[in-house]
């Protein structure tokens, strides 16, 4: 069962535009969602999380927003950069904390 | 800047052979991880790791499956009898401490070993 869940595989953007990637989620009990950028032949690399009991995290350029009532969060960033171009995997830790789960990945393209 | 390594990075194997990949993650580092990330699919929780015993492991993690921390800077995932569908790529992490209400410290994540079982 996928519990957290990125619909758009891939999306493509023009420099200086914003870019809006989407999550959803499955389990009401995940305590922290984060954001991995991931390039390829790398591991993924931490950008920015939010925890359960906030609506915005934002941090420079990249902006988190968590709707909880629709277990629904998404990544802005402004302006996009062409250096952004990776995978962008949404991830969420229940509240045992051990245990990550990752979305599927929305590989982001920014166009010079 | 502290990183977590892993090697090798490219292991190729013949199906039902014995895999050990390795990892060294970042040095005050206690809990780690496995990963896996199946060709055009989404990256996958193995296990997790944490005063020298298993913490979680999902359904993936298997009786082939094992992982040891043999000295104070390794962390091993091995597979003892590998399949074809064992091809992935394999992600180590660590972090400093327990997420949840004890606060929260990101994953690093190493590079991968991309496992190849002809």
């Known amino acids: 069962d996928q519990q957290v869940k990125q619909n758009s595989p891939s999306l493509s953007v023009q420099e200086g535009r914003i870019s809006i990637l989407n999550c959803d989620y499955t389990?009401?009990?995940?305590?922290?969602f984060l954001w991995y950028k991931k390039y390829p032949a790398e591991g993924p690399t931490f950008l920015i999380s939010?925890?359960?009991?906030?609506d915005k995290n934002e941090d420079g350029r990249f902006t988190v927003f968590l709707n909880k009532s629709a277990k629904h969060l998404s990544l802005h960033i402004v302006p996009s950069q062409p250096g952004d171009s990776a995978v962008y995997f949404c991830?969420?830790?229940?509240?045992?904390?051990?245990?990550?789960?990752f979305g599927t990945g929305t590989s982001l393209t920014v166009i010079p | 800047e502290p990183e977590v390594t892993q090697t090798p990075s490219h292991q190729v194997t013949q199906m039902g052979q014995e895999v050990i990949l390795r990892c060294v993650p970042i040095?005050?580092?206690?809990?780690f991880y496995w990963y896996r990330q199946i060709l055009g699919q989404k990256v996958e929780f193995l296990v997790s790791?944490?005063?020298?015993?298993?913490?979680?492991k999902s359904e993936i993690f298997d009786d082939q499956f094992s992982v040891e921390r043999p000295d104070g800077s390794n962390f091993t995932l091995k597979i003892r009898s590998t399949k074809l569908e064992d091809s992935a790529m394999y992600f180590c992490?660590?972090?400093?401490?327990?997420?949840?209400?004890?606060?929260?410290?990101?994953?690093?994540f190493g590079p991968g070993t991309r496992l190849t079982v002809l």
């Open positions: 992490a660590s972090s400093g401490w327990l997420a949840g209400g004890q606060g929260f410290n990101e994953q690093f």
């Open positions: 389990n009401s009990m995940f305590d922290y």
């Open positions: 939010i925890s359960s009991i906030k």
């Open positions: 991830a969420a830790i229940d509240n045992t904390g051990n245990q990550f789960y």
């Open positions: 040095s005050n580092h206690l809990y």
């Open positions: 790791f944490y005063n020298n015993e298993i913490s979680e």
